[in-house]
C-alpha cells in the first residue's frame, strides 16, 4: 500500500511540473529567437524590394521627362520607355495627371517585364528649380510580382555636384505569386552621375543612398541601410555595385552588389559570416 501511494504521488508532482512547464511556455513566445533572426531569405528578398523599387524609380522619371519635355520626343527610340507604353495626361488648373500604362504585359529595354499603371501628380510649372510628384502604383505588376503603395518624389534639376537628383519618400509592398508579401518603408536618394542631356537610356548611371525600414515575409521589421552607395546603370537589369546592412537587435547581414559588373550575383555575410553567393536572377 505504501508503495502505491508513493507512485501515484510521483505521478502527481510530474503533471504538476508539466503544468508549471506549459504555462511558462504561454508567457515566453517560443518564436522570440526566430523572429530576431536575420538569414539568407531576409537578405534575398531585400534585393527583389530593391530593384522593383530602383526600376520603378527609373519608370517615373523617364515617364516626367518624356511628358515634360515634348522635344525630346523626336529621339523616343533612344529613350528608356519603351513603345508599348502608353502615357496620358489630365490638365486641370496648375496641375498635372499622368497615367503610365503598362497594358497588359510591358518587357522594358533592359528585359524586366511590367503590367499595370503607374500614376502620377505634380505642378505644371516647367521651369522650377525643384519638383514634388506624387505617385501611386495601380495594378502595377513586376516580374510576376505584384506592386502596391504611394509616395512623393522630390525632383531637383541640380545638387551640389550640379546633378539632377531625386529623394523619393514613400512605402511600397511586394507580393508574391504564393500569396506571402514584404514591405518597405523610408527614403532613398537617387543621383544622376552619368548620360543626362545626351537623350539616350544607355549610357544612364545612377548612385542611390538611403535608408527604410524593411519587413519581412514573417512580419519581422529590419532596418535596411545602404552603407556604399548602389550604383545602377540601367543596361543591367540588376544594381551592379553598393552594400545594404540589414540589422536587428544583435543581428545583421551585409549585402554587397558586386565591382561595377553587370552580372545577376551578390553576396551576403550573415553576423560577420563568412559571404556566400545569391543568384538574383533565381529569386522569385
Given at each position: ?89 489630365v490638365i486641370t488648373q496648375n496641375?498635372?495627371?499622368?497615367t503610365v500604362d503598362f497594358g ?181
Open positions: 500500500m505504501k508503495r502505491q501511494k508513493l507512485n501515484w504521488s510521483i505521478l502527481m508532482l510530474a503533471l504538476l511540473g508539466l503544468l508549471v512547464t506549459g504555462c511558462q511556455d504561454e508567457e515566453i513566445p517560443t518564436d522570440v529567437s526566430a523572429s530576431q533572426e536575420i538569414d539568407l531569405k531576409s537578405t534575398e528578398t531585400e534585393t527583389e524590394i530593391d530593384n522593383v523599387s530602383d526600376e520603378s524609380s527609373a519608370l517615373i522619371e523617364e515617364a516626367y521627362l518624356t511628358e515634360e519635355f515634348p522635344e525630346t520626343k523626336s529621339i523616343q527610340a533612344n529613350r528608356y520607355l519603351p513603345d508599348c507604353v502608353t502615357i496620358t495626361k496641375k498635372k495627371e499622368v497588359d504585359g510591358c518587357e522594358l529595354r533592359n528585359g524586366n517585364i511590367v503590367s499595370g499603371k503607374i500614376l502620377l501628380e505634380y505642378n505644371r510649372d516647367r521651369e522650377a528649380a525643384s519638383k514634388m510628384i506624387s505617385f501611386e502604383f495601380d495594378g502595377f505588376v513586376f516580374n510576376e510580382k505584384s506592386v502596391e503603395g504611394n509616395g512623393s518624389i522630390l525632383r531637383e534639376r541640380s545638387n551640389e555636384n550640379g546633378n539632377p537628383q531625386s529623394t523619393r519618400t514613400g512605402t511600397i509592398t511586394v507580393t508574391w505569386p504564393d500569396g506571402s508579401n514584404a514591405n518597405k518603408n523610408g527614403t532613398k536618394i537617387r543621383e544622376w552621375i552619368e548620360g543626362y542631356g545626351t537623350g539616350a537610356w544607355g549610357d544612364n548611371v545612377f548612385l542611390i543612398t538611403g535608408n527604410a525600414m524593411f519587413t519581412k515575409k514573417n512580419g519581422t521589421v529590419l532596418s535596411a541601410t545602404i552603407v556604399k552607395p548602389l550604383r545602377r546603370e540601367l543596361v543591367c537589369k540588376f544594381l551592379v555595385s553598393g552594400t545594404v546592412e540589414l540589422s536587428k537587435n544583435e543581428n545583421s547581414a551585409v549585402l554587397n552588389y558586386g565591382d561595377g559588373t553587370c552580372d545577376s550575383s551578390a553576396m551576403v555575410s550573415i553576423n560577420g559570416g563568412e559571404e556566400r553567393e545569391i543568384d538574383l536572377s533565381a529569386i522569385r
